[in-house]
């Protein structure tokens, strides 16, 4: 199994015949992707070849589900598109928007997250890689050839971090790696995702990748200590962050002693996950926990 995104999944790219959508499509397609139509306005009718598949244009989110059966859409539009295109998309009854866009403004991304949520759309992202579960499908930017199936969990706030947890423990294998973004504002949270993979079969344990700034990870934390029966292996970037300063997404906001590195580490230990301070620490942890076949100490 996987979570969110499986090889039954019917996928629509917005803005499919841009430049980024082009490219991204074409690699979606060779991971296996079942890719059933982009959708712009002013090029409904049109087709485009990608290599061996030919993928139909639609003017309407609506007509692409209704001409597909499409329950996925990845969203490859400039920022000041991404609130329409995904209000589009819930409207239509889209089941998952993935929202690769980087720059979209704040109160947009609180309007569009809450707007689809109401109407029972799950958003991933905004500027996120999407997700991937491999040899099945991949919604979004995330390399295809750096890990096969396996039954790891992998959530995450930074789509580099994704790529190299992904790339460290590839003889494992994944279920489904999240890359949920790091804005201030994201559709789909670590809790969200840590609750599916609880309830997925197939994963047996759950990485958890989280950053300085806000008060994510430490909320995870208090859903893991109250509700994760499986084993989680964390990381968090920023260590090494100079105290004072922002760095990285727009996300990644510290105040005080308030959402540093230090301190969602302890939050995350004290529920019983174990943290490492590097990535290949944290992959070396996830092996040690696998080979151990029981969950950390509650």
Not at 58 to 70: K, P, Q, R
Not at 157 to 185: A, H, N, W
Not at 226 to 241: E, N
Request: with cysteine; net charge negative.
């Amino acid at each position: 199994m996987a979570i969110y995104l499986t090889k039954e999944s019917k996928v629509l790219v917005q803005g499919m015949t841009g430049g980024e959508g082009m490219k991204h499509t074409r690699r979606m397609l060779a991971a296996g992707t079942d890719v059933v139509g982009g959708v712009n306005p002013r090029k409904a009718g049109r087709t485009v070849g990608f290599d061996e598949r030919t993928v139909p244009v639609f003017g309407s989110v609506a007509e692409g589900i209704e001409a597909t059966g499409a329950d996925v859409s990845v969203v490859f539009v400039p920022p000041a598109f991404v609130r329409p295109a995904v209000t589009e998309a819930a409207d239509a009854g889209i089941g998952l928007a993935v929202v690769i866009t980087e720059g979209v403004p704040v109160h947009d991304s609180v309007a569009f997250t809450a707007y689809a949520t109401a109407r029972g759309t799950r958003v991933i992202g905004p500027n996120c890689p999407g997700l991937i579960s491999p040899g099945q499908s991949d919604a979004g930017i995330i390399p295809a050839d750096i890990a096969k199936p396996g039954r790891i969990g992998l959530v995450s706030k930074s789509g580099t971090l994704t790529y190299q947890l992904m790339y460290e423990l590839r003889d494992v294998g994944f279920s489904t790696c999240v890359g949920i973004g790091g804005d201030p504002v994201v559709g789909t949270s670590h809790i969200d995702c840590l609750a599916a993979f609880q309830d997925d079969p197939d994963t047996e344990l759950i990485v958890l990748i989280g950053e300085i700034g806000g008060d994510a990870e430490e909320r995870a934390a208090a859903y893991v200590r109250d509700h994760v029966t499986k084993p989680v292996v964390g990381y968090i970037a920023g260590f090494t962050a100079p105290e004072g300063r922002t760095m990285g997404h727009a996300g990644a906001i510290v105040s005080g002693s308030s959402g540093t590195a230090r301190a969602k580490k302890e939050a995350l230990e004290a529920a019983g996950v174990r943290v490492g301070d590097t990535p290949t620490e944290t992959a070396r942890l996830v092996l040690a926990a696998l080979a151990e076949g029981t969950p950390p100490p509650a």
